[in-house]
């Protein structure tokens, strides 16, 4: 199992960024999708995830309203639209692939796959 996250970079405070992760080595309609980031010296935490088939999404408090997680399981593909950045949003953002065909995986432990990660830094 392969996950290859793109799209990061340096944006302004106010900007937008999207992320793409793409998978393969695995049957990607079976699979609930989740974002992570990591700041520096702080522990990995949940950004947003959406289930097997894209109906069901779930976001950080911290992100809401800002941020979209969207998927084309015709692609392979989960994304991470993110908007109104702000500097609090500079981490490292990780995407994560969990077995299963329904509802949200929230728990970092309970996700089975890793992407490498992408860097996303928020300048003010």
């Known amino acids: 199992v392969q996950l290859q996250a793109s799209g990061g970079g340096l944006v302004q405070a106010g900007g937008s960024l999207r992320l793409s992760c793409g998978a393969s080595?695995?049957?990607?309609?079976?699979?609930?999708m989740g974002w992570f980031r990591q700041a520096p010296g702080k522990e990995r935490e949940a950004v947003a995830a959406i289930s097997s088939g894209g109906t069901s999404t779930r976001y950080a408090d911290s992100v809401k309203g800002r941020f979209t997680i969207s998927r084309d399981n015709a692609k392979n593909t989960v994304y991470l639209q993110m908007n109104s950045l702000k500097p609090e949003d500079t981490a490292v953002y990780y995407c994560a692939a969990d077995e299963g065909l329904y509802g949200i995986v929230w728990s970092k432990t309970s996700y089975d796959h890793w992407g490498q990660g992408t860097q996303v830094t928020v300048s003010s």
């Open positions: 080595g695995l049957t990607f309609t079976k699979y609930i």
